[in-house]
């Protein structure tokens, strides 16, 4: 019979996170701290008002537009400046889990994959998004 008390070896048996990011060491509170919802709600927000602006002005509010706007907004400034411009807006930055620049890769998986939406309403204890797991990135207070 294994031991209770042994490291788990699968990602179901993982145990849930005490604070967000606690997994990722990142702090409970402060710079570095994961994001908190209203802030990345926020970001988005604002995000996508600008791409709606952008949208309406050069493309008579197309939703297909403001789509590939929000999208290639996230690709463009994320690895350029560390986060969206709404992010950057609200305090926060998008990082690379493993350390370094981001690169552009990251950037591109988590932004198409933010843009079909479901996976960034799937989160796990970490507050960390499907886009954002796949990517290998994580939202954080700058």
């Known amino acids: 019979m294994p031991d209770s008390n042994s490291r788990p070896n699968t990602f179901g048996q993982?145990?849930?996170?005490?604070w967000p990011g606690e997994r990722l060491?990142?702090?409970r509170f402060g710079p570095s701290s994961i994001g908190r919802p209203g802030r990345r709600l926020l970001g988005f927000a604002i995000d996508w008002a600008i791409a709606i602006g952008v949208s309406a002005?050069?493309?008579n509010y197309d939703p297909?537009?403001?789509l590939i706007i929000f999208v290639i907004l996230q690709i463009v400034f994320i690895p350029t400046i560390g986060a969206s411009l709404g992010h950057r807006l609200v305090g926060l930055r998008v990082i690379s889990?493993?350390?370094g620049w981001i690169g552009p890769w990251r950037p591109i998986v988590r932004s198409v994959l933010l843009g079909i939406a479901l996976p960034a309403l799937v989160w796990d204890s970490d507050q960390r998004g499907f886009h954002d797991k796949v990517a290998g990135t994580a939202l954080i207070r700058r």
């Open 14 to 18: 993982l145990p849930p996170s005490k």
């Open 25 to 27: 060491g990142l702090p």
């Open 57 to 59: 002005i050069f493309f």
């Open 64 to 66: 297909a537009a403001n």
């Open 97 to 99: 889990i493993h350390g």
